[in-house]
């Protein structure tokens, strides 16, 4: 069974919550009515972040028409819809660094991040803009992301968009910290610690809880903090960042990003082969049904209508032999990877289809034969395979 690791935010929503109705929220404190309004003023309708959100939302519903479960998903449904897992991400897919950041594994996983989007997005959106809002978020997941591909070595099968979260978050420090200057001192200390303060406890929580992926959230925050840096706007209303701290702080993600590249751990298997092989024995098992229901439906009719050995062995040769025949071509010809899954019920399938081949190919010629210990032991061995498989 494959290792599940969900980022979610039920401890971290409570946190949240908690923190941005004390901190956040903009009628809690005179002195905050400063830097919200300026920003209501500056960007009145929020645009990326309702996006967002409506996105994640939609690709949920989906995901449950299609099989994944209201509270909890499977680690299939999963993978089917681009979740963040070594042996696929790194098997030419390296799409699922972004369409993991759209997936959830529950209703209570999905409901807190967007809780939390929500939380953050609508500060970070207004102060950075639309286009560097996105940039943020996007980057600061798919940084997250890959940490997670690193510090898991591609055993974890992992979604959710709390990654890119964390680097809301970021970026909110950020912004804070730099902008310090223009802000009355009470309405800094409040917001600046209330962001330090959910991102310590969060990911505090994600060391002592399992299951929560914290290699994303401090991918994603770290990630968050330097785009922050680098894509902070400068205009006559704000104090920017020196441009040697942008260079920095760009060079500093370069950096990052190229290391976490290069300790990329090779995968355990190639996800390519393991679908060929997981598909083959699907339709093995289909087929198996099939031919065993013919074999047992030719040898009732010929005792039943009196067929001659002949013709009753020239209808098993063309419906059963040749057709195991084929499966066990098939089977064979299947990548021979020690490493993956599903490789040892292959193996076991394989000498199944080779057991019935063979099975079949001596009642045949214990037909032709007209001898009947042949043709008993072809019965047992047929049997035999059955209860073995």
């Known amino acids: 069974m494959l290792g599940m ?3 979610l935010f039920e401890l971290e929503g409570i946190v949240a919550h908690n923190l941005a109705s004390r901190f956040f929220h903009p009628q809690s404190f005179r002195n905050m009515n400063a830097l919200h309004d300026q920003l209501r003023l500056s960007m009145p309708q929020l645009r990326i972040t309702p996006l967002l959100i409506a996105a994640n939302v939609v690709v949920f519903v989906a995901m449950l028409f299609s099989g994944a479960g209201l509270w909890h998903s499977q680690n299939g449904v999963q993978l089917a819809w681009g979740a963040n897992f070594g042996p696929a991400t790194q098997d030419g897919e390296w799409w699922r660094l972004g369409s993991a950041l759209f ?11 967007m809780y939390a989007m929500w939380d953050a997005g609508q500060w970070v959106e207004r102060m950075y803009g639309y286009f560097r809002f996105a940039l943020i978020y996007f980057a600061a997941g798919l940084a997250g992301n890959l940490l997670s591909l690193v510090v898991h070595a591609g055993q974890a099968v992992s979604g959710g968009a709390s990654g890119a979260i964390f680097g809301l978050y970021g970026a909110l420090l950020s912004y804070l910290w730099l902008e310090r200057s223009r802000m009355q001192p009470g309405e800094f200390r ?47 209303n704000v104090i920017a960042i020196q441009q040697g701290g942008r260079v920095a702080s760009g060079l500093v993600f370069v950096v990052l990003i190229s290391a976490m590249v290069a300790r990329i751990p090779p995968p355990a298997y190639r996800w390519s082969e393991e679908k060929l092989v997981r598909q083959e024995i699907g339709e093995f098992l289909e087929q198996d049904a099939a031919i065993s229901r013919t074999w047992e439906s030719v040898l009732q009719q010929g005792r039943r209508k009196g067929v001659s050995s ?40 394989r000498i199944y289809a080779e057991q019935r081949r063979d099975a079949s190919r001596e009642m045949v010629e214990g037909l032709r034969a007209r001898d009947g210990k042949r043709i008993q032991k072809a019965l047992e061995d047929a049997r035999k395979s059955r209860r073995d498989k």
Not at 103 to 113: K, M, S
Not at 223 to 232: C, K, R, S
Not at 311 to 336: G, K, M, N, Q, T
């Open 103 to 113: 997936l959830h594994f529950g209703l209570l996983h999905i409901a807190l991040n």
């Open 310 to 349: 002949d013709d009753l062995a020239d209808v098993i040769e063309s419906l059963v032999v040749e057709r195991y025949e084929h499966s066990f071509e098939d089977l064979s010809a299947l990548p021979h990877d020690a490493r993956l899954p599903s490789a040892q019920q292959a193996e076991r399938l």
């Open 190 to 236: 409040w917001l600046f610690w209330a962001a330090i303060g959910f991102s310590v406890v969060t990911i505090v929580f994600g060391f002592l809880v399992p299951g929560i992926d914290n290699a994303a959230h401090i991918g994603g925050l770290v990630a968050g903090l330097l785009m922050g840096m680098l894509l902070i706007k400068s205009d006559g």
């Open 5 to 7: 690791v969900v980022r």
